[in-house]
């Protein structure tokens, strides 16, 4: 079965410190992979995923994500955060077809201090 | 404003009560999705439904009972709930095709505390 493993489970940095979120799946097939956040008391939305090509993928506000398949890692990074990045991150794998069957991580709670 | 929609948000029920859950999406979607989101553990796929048709039950208890009527509502019915039931349950949509392929979107969620 497939798995995805968040390594930190709470980071906490000052403003303009640079981010990196680890995340590692389990699966030898073809995969698509997103993160996806959930800011305090808001739903859950994409921040961006891949499917096929450059492996280094960029999001929105600010945010990319590098695909390396050998590591058969999916790492979340910013440069330069911001207090408003405080939020959940959830890494997640999709080797399905059709319908998008998701498989969530366990989350990063990411506190960033003003 | 995410086009998916939960309700009730906040959902308190004793362990002999039968309640349910509603998702609408305003999306024009085909997929929707139910979700379990408990601290400290990996959101858990429950239910999917594609075109109406259930296609995914992830081994869950009897307790709970979907029910999609049309690709735009959901239902999520409860009966008889343990203490440890107590999540947040989301709702998700998404489409079958297009540059959006892959993406879930998701409602805010509705609070379920079993006592």
């Known amino acids: 079965a497939q798995s995805v493993s968040q390594h930190n489970h709470h980071v906490i940095l000052s403003e303009a410190a640079s981010l990196e979120l680890g995340c590692n799946y389990s699966y030898g097939g073809t995969v698509n992979l997103f993160w996806y956040v959930q800011y305090p008391g808001q739903h859950l939305q994409l921040l961006l995923k891949?499917?096929?090509?450059?492996?280094l993928v960029k999001g929105i506000k600010g945010f990319e994500a590098e695909f390396i398949k050998s590591k058969f890692s999916f790492n979340l990074r910013k440069p330069s955060v911001q207090w408003s990045d405080t939020a959940e991150y959830f890494c997640?794998?999709?080797?399905?077809?059709?319908?998008?069957?998701?498989?969530f991580g366990t989350g990063t709670r990411l506190l960033v201090s003003p | 404003e995410t086009g998916v929609t939960q309700t009730p948000r906040h959902l308190v029920m004793g362990m002999t009560n039968k309640k349910s859950l509603k998702c609408e999406q305003h999306l024009g979607h085909n997929a929707m999705y139910w979700y379990k989101q408990s601290a400290k553990k990996p959101l858990e796929l429950m239910f999917v439904?594609?075109?109406?048709?259930?296609?995914e039950n992830n081994s869950v208890p009897s307790r709970f009972s979907p029910e999609c009527p049309n690709s735009s509502h959901l239902f999520l019915h409860l009966h008889t709930l343990q203490p440890e039931d107590s999540a947040l349950y989301l709702c998700?949509?998404?489409?079958?095709?297009?540059?959006?392929?892959?993406?879930?979107?998701f409602g805010e969620g509705s609070r379920l505390t079993v006592l």
């Open positions: 439904y594609s075109l109406e048709e259930r296609v």
């Open positions: 997640a794998v999709n080797a399905g077809t059709g319908f998008q069957k998701l498989v």
């Open positions: 891949y499917f096929s090509g450059d492996p």
């Open positions: 998700a949509s998404s489409p079958k095709g297009g540059t959006l392929v892959g993406e879930l979107f």
